[in-house]
């Protein structure tokens, strides 16, 4: 599976951005998706995740009311839609795909096989 993140970039606080991750190779209805982010000297945080069904999403506490996962498999697409941002939102964020993921382990950045590159969110104060 290719993953490929878009829809990053400079947005002012309290504003929105949705990132959008392609998958090319396999159709991705079989895998949960996931989005993580990650700032200079810090490890990969989870943000959210899409499971196989579409019908259920997690978050972090950060995240949680202000951004919405989802995906669609006819398109082979997961999105993030990131609302009222802040400063602290302001990373490199990455999705990534799992076939093996459990309600124990969808945090866990070393439980999802693929990866996308990653697209930059800066959120400016």
């Known amino acids: 599976v290719q993953l490929q993140a878009s829809g990053g970039g400079l947005v002012q606080a309290g504003g929105s951005l949705r990132l959008s991750c392609a998958a090319s190779?396999?159709?991705?209805?079989?895998?949960?998706l996931g989005w993580f982010r990650q700032v200079p000297g810090k490890e990969r945080e989870f943000v959210a995740t899409?499971?196989?069904?579409?019908?259920?999403?997690s978050y972090s506490d950060s995240a949680k009311g202000r951004f919405t996962a989802s995906r669609d498999n006819a398109k082979n697409t997961v999105y993030l839609q990131m609302n009222s941002l802040k400063p602290e939102d302001t990373a490199v964020y990455y999705c990534?795909?799992?076939?093996?993921?459990?309600?124990?382990?969808?945090?866990?950045?070393?439980?999802?096989?693929?990866w996308g590159q990653g697209t930059l969110v800066t959120v400016s104060s």
């Open positions: 190779g396999r159709t991705l209805s079989s895998y949960a």
């Open positions: 990534a795909a799992s076939s093996t993921l459990i309600s124990t382990t969808i945090t866990m950045s070393r439980f999802y096989q693929y």
């Open positions: 899409v499971r196989r069904s579409g019908s259920t999403a």
